[in-house]
């Protein structure tokens, strides 16, 4: 199957900047697009970024212009930088990859385990 595994998450006071990375692996054939989610407690999940293959990416209005997402098609991984970052960016992040099974190419959805991005001074 596919994996996703996240990393960078942490605490950063208002006004900083955080990179997330999530590297996808398993058997892949092919992976399609690849984005970023958060929940903060009390709410629904909700899109953050999210980017094709192609390198096409579109983002949720409250980040752009602080948020960039991007990926490395080779590597199977996508990055979420994020700067200018407030309290209300405070949430766990998750990322999601739609992507293609080796031998049976089933499409999958996937999700990481999340990381923790806490903005607080």
């Known amino acids: 199957q596919v994996q996703l595994v996240e990393s960078g998450g942490g605490l950063v006071q208002p006004g900083g900047s955080l990179r997330l990375s999530c590297a996808a692996s398993?058997?892949?054939?092919?992976?399609?697009?690849m984005g970023w989610y958060r929940q903060a407690p009390g709410k629904e999940r909700e899109l953050v970024a999210i980017?094709?293959?192609?390198?096409?990416?579109n983002y949720e209005d409250s980040v752009k212009g602080r948020f960039t997402i991007s990926r490395d098609n080779a590597k199977n991984t996508v990055w979420l930088q994020m700067n200018s970052l407030k309290p209300e960016d405070t949430a766990v992040y998750f990322c999601?990859?739609?992507?293609?099974?080796?031998?049976?190419?089933?499409?999958?959805?996937?999700w990481g385990q999340g990381t923790q991005v806490t903005v607080s001074s």
């Open positions: 398993g058997s892949i054939f092919r992976v399609n697009d």
């Open positions: 999601h990859c739609n992507a293609q099974v080796l031998r049976t190419l089933r499409s999958v959805n996937v």
């Open positions: 980017i094709t293959s192609g390198g096409s990416a």
